[in-house]
């Protein structure tokens, strides 16, 4: 078990900068999630740690031991992969048993460790079978189990779960969250989705372009981005923008209207506020604003607008009993300490 500590690491690939100044602690036994779009290094980070990669500059620690140097063996840090890595020749018992043997441990304390895992994850009736004789779950189940086998220091996960049909992956996130509480594992996992980073994470890293956005617990993130990458990345559906020009604690957009802001600031300005955040109904400490709606789609469960404001989209989701019938103009309201407002480099003014 172990701690992490990735330090100012940079990353080039040739003259492509992959990994800029990443610096992250990870705490013993947490449950770390990378989260950002595709291409954005994410896996480089993960490769590094696991020693995949060699780092350009700056030092990955465990427990307070530089490991740069050590080969991914050395480092004892298991990594799951999205497309499971399987042998398909050999039984789920030898896939499991495969690194062991490999690293001369003895055969009962081999054979203690897979009756172990096996019994952890379900898959004791099925050691004698083969890779394609499973169903994806199953097979993620004994990718699983060979990080586990090992005891490693740190599970590291890329993408696991992207193989599977989504009710399972729902299922698998559980399941992989339970077994690391269970384990007490450190465990780094990357994710696009920000749905399995708000619902695995202890705390998630947001990267962009190669750097560190912001790192937090989930509800830290949601409530309080530190720039509208974050606000935008994190929370679903996205959070709506609206260009304006603030004076004091007075915001006026394009048309004129003007509303309250909850800071002071000056020039132009972007308004963050979140679809889930504006209502149709009016309360008493609401705010207004006067939009077009542009169109709407009944999702069953709720009721998805958009509504036009000054040339810029603003998507509202609704509870089924606000009534549907299309106007020209409507009033979204808002309780104003919702807002969140960024300047033109896109940091939050607080
Ligand atoms: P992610 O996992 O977040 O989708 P990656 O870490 O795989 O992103 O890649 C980050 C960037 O580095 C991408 O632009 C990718 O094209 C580039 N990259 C990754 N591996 C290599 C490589 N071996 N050589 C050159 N560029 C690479
Ligand atoms: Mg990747």
Redesign the pocket.
Known sequence: MGKIDIINVEKF??S?H?LREVSLSIEEGEFMVLV????????????SIAGLEDISGGVISVNDQPINDLSPQERNIAMVFQNYALYPHLTVKDNLAFSLKIHKFDKAEIEKRIANAAEMLGLTDYLSRRPRALSGGQRQRVAMGRAMVREPTAFLF?EPLSNLDARLRVEMRSEIRNLQRTLGTTAVY?T?DQVEAMTMGDRIAV?NQ?GLEQVGTPLDLYRDPNNMFVAGFIGSPPMNFITAQASGGVATLKDGQQIMLPVRAEGEIKIGLRPEHIFLDKQEHHHSLNCSESRHFDLGSSLQFFFDLCGEEIEVSASRDVRTHTKAEVNIHFDPADLLVFGPDTNRIR
């Open positions: 690939y040739g492509y992959a950002g779009p595709s291409g954005c290094g994410k896996s480089t980070l993960l490769r890329d990357v696009h990267v190669g």
